[in-house]
């Protein structure tokens, strides 16, 4: 089973980008790579999804480097309303059933 | 976007009550949902997939008794903790997705409280 490895914890400054990377060492050929935000006491949120190179959105970009053993979040200009938790996740095919496995998270905290 | 929704929000209950919680794909048809339970400052923790029609697969250590999944509909799954205690005191997040590889969509999750 494929397993993520973030930072605990980071902080920032309004308007700074904030880059998040995650490893993901024994990444299968059939995995994508999904980032997730949550608030408290909320369900998580989708923010972005990836198989390799770059990919962006509205909201963050994706950077993913060829071997695919790790990725980075990009967020552009943060703000306050960006504090919380962010989740990188492989999925997982095993047994016929797609699981995402959860890591432990990123705690972002953005500072005025 | 998909939008899955969960009810009730906030479940307060004596020890000992059942309770059921629903999680409903509003947009989408959802061929797979899943069920997870986080503790304060930690991760999710997947307690079970569930297709429709198809009985749910619990994660290991997931008592299937305890927690009852049915997926009848391609929008609706619920999970029943039965005879809750307050040790399942937690937060229960559902997830839905078109089929196996797509991307899950998260409900608001539902906090039970039993006292």
């Known amino acids: 089973l494929a397993k993520t490895t973030q930072p605990i914890s980071m902080d920032s400054y309004e308007g700074q980008e904030v880059n998040i990377t995650c490893s993901h060492n024994?990444?299968?050929?059939?995995?994508?790579i999904t980032w997730y935000q949550q608030f408290p006491s909320q369900g998580p949120r989708f923010i972005i999804q990836?198989?390799?190179?770059?990919v962006t959105n509205e909201v963050a970009s994706l950077f993913i480097p060829a071997d695919r053993k790790s990725s980075t979040l990009s967020l552009p200009r943060v703000s306050l309303s960006d504090t919380a938790v962010y989740y990188c996740l492989v999925g997982d095919c095993a047994d016929s059933n797609y699981q995402l496995i959860w890591g432990a998270g990123t705690k972002l905290i953005i500072k005025p | 976007g998909a939008v899955v929704s969960q009810h009730p929000s906030w479940v307060i209950c004596k020890s000992g009550t059942s309770v059921k919680i629903e999680c409903r794909s509003l947009?989408?048809?959802?061929?797979?949902m899943f069920w997870y339970r986080q503790f304060p400052k930690q991760s999710l923790m997947l307690m079970a997939t569930s297709n429709e029609g198809s009985k749910a697969t619990y994660e290991q250590g997931v008592e299937k008794d305890k927690f009852l999944i049915n997926h009848a509909s391609l929008t609706l799954s619920t999970l029943t903790v039965t005879s809750a205690h307050p040790e399942d005191s937690s937060f229960y997040i559902c997830?839905?997705?078109?089929?196996?590889?797509?991307?899950?969509?998260f409900g608001p999750g539902t906090r039970l409280l039993v006292l």
């Open positions: 997830s839905a997705s078109g089929t196996l590889q797509e991307t899950q969509y």
């Open positions: 990836g198989y390799k190179t770059k």
């Open positions: 947009d989408f048809q959802a061929t797979t």
């Open positions: 024994n990444i299968a050929t059939n995995d994508y």
